[in-house]
Protein backbone atom coordinates (compact mmCIF):
# COMPACT_ATOMS: atom_id res chain seq x y z
CA UNK A 1 0.00 0.00 0.00
CA UNK A 2 1.39 2.92 -1.07
CA UNK A 3 1.62 5.98 1.55
CA UNK A 4 0.30 9.39 0.67
CA UNK A 5 3.00 12.45 1.60
CA UNK A 6 -0.09 13.29 4.54
CA UNK A 7 0.48 10.34 5.96
CA UNK A 8 3.97 10.84 5.64
CA UNK A 9 4.26 14.07 7.33
CA UNK A 10 2.25 12.74 10.08
CA UNK A 11 4.56 9.88 10.85
CA UNK A 12 7.74 11.53 10.82
CA UNK A 13 5.67 14.13 13.57
CA UNK A 14 4.84 11.28 15.25
CA UNK A 15 8.14 9.92 15.62
CA UNK A 16 9.57 13.36 16.45
CA UNK A 17 7.26 13.89 19.29
CA UNK A 18 8.02 10.38 20.63
CA UNK A 19 11.84 11.17 20.18
CA UNK A 20 11.14 14.36 22.39
CA UNK A 21 9.08 12.33 24.91
CA UNK A 22 11.92 9.79 25.49
CA UNK A 23 14.62 12.34 25.73
CA UNK A 24 12.46 14.31 27.97
CA UNK A 25 11.95 11.27 30.46
CA UNK A 26 15.76 10.14 30.37
CA UNK A 27 16.98 13.67 31.39
CA UNK A 28 13.54 14.46 33.67
CA UNK A 29 16.04 13.47 36.64
CA UNK A 30 19.11 15.31 36.04
CA UNK A 31 19.18 19.32 36.68
CA UNK A 32 21.00 21.93 34.71
CA UNK A 33 20.72 24.61 37.52
CA UNK A 34 24.27 25.10 39.23
CA UNK A 35 24.48 24.08 42.83
CA UNK A 36 23.71 26.80 45.36
CA UNK A 37 22.12 27.97 48.34
CA UNK A 38 20.08 31.48 49.30
CA UNK A 39 20.26 34.09 52.35
CA UNK A 40 17.70 36.50 52.93
CA UNK A 41 18.11 40.18 53.55
CA UNK A 42 16.03 42.77 55.05
CA UNK A 43 15.19 46.11 53.19
CA UNK A 44 13.01 48.72 54.80
CA UNK A 45 13.31 49.77 50.77
CA UNK A 46 14.52 48.23 47.69
CA UNK A 47 14.06 51.22 45.46
CA UNK A 48 12.32 49.25 42.72
CA UNK A 49 14.56 46.49 42.61
CA UNK A 50 13.09 43.01 40.65
CA UNK A 51 13.48 39.33 40.94
CA UNK A 52 16.52 37.42 39.10
CA UNK A 53 18.25 41.09 40.13
CA UNK A 54 22.62 40.28 39.72
CA UNK A 55 23.95 39.70 43.22
CA UNK A 56 27.65 40.78 43.76
CA UNK A 57 30.23 39.85 46.14
CA UNK A 58 32.86 42.83 46.16
CA UNK A 59 31.84 43.89 42.35
CA UNK A 60 32.03 40.39 41.60
CA UNK A 61 28.59 38.77 40.27
CA UNK A 62 27.51 35.80 42.34
CA UNK A 63 23.95 35.31 42.40
CA UNK A 64 20.57 36.46 41.55
CA UNK A 65 17.52 37.51 43.35
CA UNK A 66 15.23 34.51 43.67
CA UNK A 67 12.43 36.38 45.16
CA UNK A 68 10.76 39.48 46.94
CA UNK A 69 7.85 40.06 49.27
CA UNK A 70 6.77 42.42 52.05
CA UNK A 71 7.29 41.05 55.29
CA UNK A 72 4.15 42.69 57.98
CA UNK A 73 5.36 43.31 61.48
CA UNK A 74 5.84 46.41 63.77
CA UNK A 75 8.14 47.82 60.76
CA UNK A 76 6.91 46.08 57.71
CA UNK A 77 10.17 45.59 55.51
CA UNK A 78 10.93 43.95 52.08
CA UNK A 79 12.69 40.34 52.71
CA UNK A 80 14.84 39.48 49.46
CA UNK A 81 16.06 35.46 48.94
CA UNK A 82 18.89 35.43 46.87
CA UNK A 83 20.32 32.70 45.64
CA UNK A 84 24.26 32.28 45.77
CA UNK A 85 26.62 29.96 43.73
CA UNK A 86 28.07 27.32 46.49
CA UNK A 87 31.47 28.40 46.12
CA UNK A 88 30.30 31.70 47.16
CA UNK A 89 30.99 32.46 51.59
CA UNK A 90 29.56 35.64 53.01
CA UNK A 91 31.10 36.59 56.42
CA UNK A 92 28.69 37.23 59.16
CA UNK A 93 29.63 41.16 59.22
CA UNK A 94 29.23 41.96 55.21
CA UNK A 95 26.54 44.49 54.84
CA UNK A 96 23.78 44.47 51.91
CA UNK A 97 23.61 47.35 49.54
CA UNK A 98 20.84 48.60 46.63
CA UNK A 99 23.00 49.47 43.98
CA UNK A 100 21.94 51.31 40.67
CA UNK A 101 24.09 50.02 37.82
CA UNK A 102 25.06 51.77 34.11
CA UNK A 103 22.57 54.36 32.64
CA UNK A 104 19.61 52.55 32.14
CA UNK A 105 19.37 52.43 35.92
CA UNK A 106 19.15 48.63 36.48
CA UNK A 107 18.76 48.11 40.36
CA UNK A 108 21.47 45.15 41.90
CA UNK A 109 22.09 43.99 45.70
CA UNK A 110 25.80 44.72 46.38
CA UNK A 111 27.48 42.82 49.49
CA UNK A 112 30.24 44.22 50.55
CA UNK A 113 32.65 42.00 52.56
CA UNK A 114 35.82 42.80 55.17
CA UNK A 115 36.94 39.96 56.58
CA UNK A 116 35.97 36.78 58.28
CA UNK A 117 36.89 35.89 61.12
CA UNK A 118 33.76 36.14 62.82
CA UNK A 119 33.38 32.81 60.07
CA UNK A 120 30.41 32.69 57.17
CA UNK A 121 26.97 32.86 57.02
CA UNK A 122 24.72 29.23 57.08
CA UNK A 123 22.33 28.64 53.93
CA UNK A 124 19.21 30.35 55.07
CA UNK A 125 20.62 32.93 56.97
CA UNK A 126 19.38 36.60 57.40
CA UNK A 127 20.94 40.20 57.75
CA UNK A 128 19.75 43.33 57.60
CA UNK A 129 20.37 45.42 54.41
CA UNK A 130 21.29 49.24 54.43
CA UNK A 131 18.96 51.90 54.02
CA UNK A 132 19.76 53.31 50.39
CA UNK A 133 20.05 56.98 49.43
CA UNK A 134 15.99 58.37 48.64
CA UNK A 135 16.75 61.24 46.20
CA UNK A 136 13.41 62.08 46.93
CA UNK A 137 15.05 63.02 50.58
CA UNK A 138 18.13 64.14 49.16
CA UNK A 139 15.87 67.11 46.92
CA UNK A 140 14.08 67.87 49.86
CA UNK A 141 17.35 68.35 52.13
CA UNK A 142 18.42 70.21 48.99
CA UNK A 143 15.96 72.31 48.91
CA UNK A 144 15.78 73.32 52.85
CA UNK A 145 19.26 74.32 52.43
CA UNK A 146 18.82 76.41 49.66
CA UNK A 147 15.88 78.53 51.62
CA UNK A 148 18.59 78.77 54.79
CA UNK A 149 21.09 80.30 52.46
CA UNK A 150 18.34 82.50 50.81
CA UNK A 151 17.06 83.58 54.42
CA UNK A 152 20.57 83.95 55.36
CA UNK A 153 21.46 86.04 52.39
CA UNK A 154 18.48 88.77 53.04
CA UNK A 155 19.68 88.89 56.47
CA UNK A 156 22.98 90.16 55.30
CA UNK A 157 21.36 92.46 52.67
CA UNK A 158 19.52 94.23 55.42
CA UNK A 159 22.23 94.56 57.92
CA UNK A 160 24.55 95.62 55.14
CA UNK A 161 21.70 98.27 53.96
CA UNK A 162 20.67 99.58 57.74
CA UNK A 163 24.16 100.03 58.56
CA UNK A 164 25.27 101.70 55.06
CA UNK A 165 27.19 104.52 56.90
CA UNK A 166 28.82 102.67 59.77
CA UNK A 167 30.70 100.16 57.05
CA UNK A 168 31.64 103.43 54.83
CA UNK A 169 33.67 104.64 57.98
CA UNK A 170 35.00 101.66 58.71
CA UNK A 171 36.39 101.15 55.23
CA UNK A 172 37.87 105.09 55.27
CA UNK A 173 39.22 104.00 59.14
CA UNK A 174 40.96 101.00 57.77
CA UNK A 175 42.49 103.22 54.39
CA UNK A 176 43.79 105.82 56.78
CA UNK A 177 44.93 103.01 59.03
CA UNK A 178 46.48 101.32 55.87
CA UNK A 179 48.07 104.67 55.19
CA UNK A 180 49.81 105.10 58.32
CA UNK A 181 50.98 101.71 58.71
CA UNK A 182 52.74 102.36 55.29
CA UNK A 183 54.43 106.06 56.41
CA UNK A 184 55.83 103.88 59.59
CA UNK A 185 57.35 101.03 57.69
CA UNK A 186 58.97 103.77 55.35
CA UNK A 187 60.17 105.32 58.39
CA UNK A 188 61.33 102.29 59.95
CA UNK A 189 62.83 101.39 56.80
CA UNK A 190 64.89 104.70 56.35
CA UNK A 191 66.11 104.41 60.33
CA UNK A 192 67.81 101.36 59.46
CA UNK A 193 69.47 102.30 55.96
CA UNK A 194 70.88 105.58 57.67
CA UNK A 195 71.63 103.15 60.91
CA UNK A 196 72.85 100.35 59.69
CA UNK A 197 76.41 100.72 59.95
CA UNK A 198 75.75 101.13 63.72
CA UNK A 199 73.20 98.14 63.85
CA UNK A 200 76.09 96.09 62.26
CA UNK A 201 78.41 96.87 64.73
CA UNK A 202 76.27 96.84 67.78
CA UNK A 203 75.53 93.28 66.36
CA UNK A 204 79.19 92.51 65.91
CA UNK A 205 79.82 93.56 69.62
CA UNK A 206 76.99 91.04 70.48
CA UNK A 207 79.08 88.31 68.33
CA UNK A 208 82.17 89.16 69.86
CA UNK A 209 80.82 89.24 73.65
CA UNK A 210 78.46 85.71 73.22
CA UNK A 211 81.99 84.75 71.93
CA UNK A 212 84.43 85.75 74.87
CA UNK A 213 81.37 84.35 77.17
CA UNK A 214 81.78 81.01 75.67
CA UNK A 215 85.69 81.04 76.08
CA UNK A 216 85.20 82.24 79.69
CA UNK A 217 82.82 79.36 80.50
CA UNK A 218 84.81 76.46 78.42
CA UNK A 219 87.86 77.48 80.94
CA UNK A 220 86.32 77.68 83.62
CA UNK A 221 84.53 74.35 82.54
CA UNK A 222 88.58 72.92 82.62
CA UNK A 223 89.90 74.90 85.36
CA UNK A 224 86.76 75.47 88.10
CA UNK A 225 89.73 75.94 90.89
CA UNK A 226 89.27 79.85 89.35
CA UNK A 227 86.50 80.48 90.97
CA UNK A 228 87.68 79.94 94.29
CA UNK A 229 91.54 81.63 93.75
CA UNK A 230 91.71 85.14 94.60
CA UNK A 231 94.04 87.42 93.38
CA UNK A 232 96.60 88.88 96.11
CA UNK A 233 96.35 92.82 96.38
CA UNK A 234 99.71 94.28 97.22
CA UNK A 235 99.25 97.06 99.66
CA UNK A 236 101.34 100.04 98.64
CA UNK A 237 102.66 101.97 101.51
CA UNK A 238 101.84 105.91 101.76
CA UNK A 239 103.85 108.55 100.28
CA UNK A 240 105.81 109.91 103.05
CA UNK A 241 104.81 114.25 103.41
CA UNK A 242 108.64 116.17 102.29
CA UNK A 243 109.82 117.67 105.57
CA UNK A 244 109.74 121.67 106.24
CA UNK A 245 112.70 123.53 105.98
CA UNK A 246 113.73 124.64 109.46
CA UNK A 247 114.66 128.50 109.25
CA UNK A 248 118.09 129.75 109.21
Known amino acids: MKLTNEAKIGILVMSVLIILAVLTWRTGR ?54 LKSEAKIPQNAKAFIRTMGFMGEKFVAIEMKDSQAGFLAPGATIAGEAPASIEKLLGEGLVIAENLKIISG ?30 TTNVNERLAVNSKYIDEMIGNFNSTSSNLEEMSYDLKLNPWKLLYKEKTVKKAPKKAPKKASPQ
Open 30 to 83: YSFVPDGYMIKVNFLDVQGLSKNAPVTLNGLEEGRVKDIKVVYSDVPQIELTLW
Open 155 to 184: EIKDHLKNNHDEIDTMISNLSVTSKNLNSI
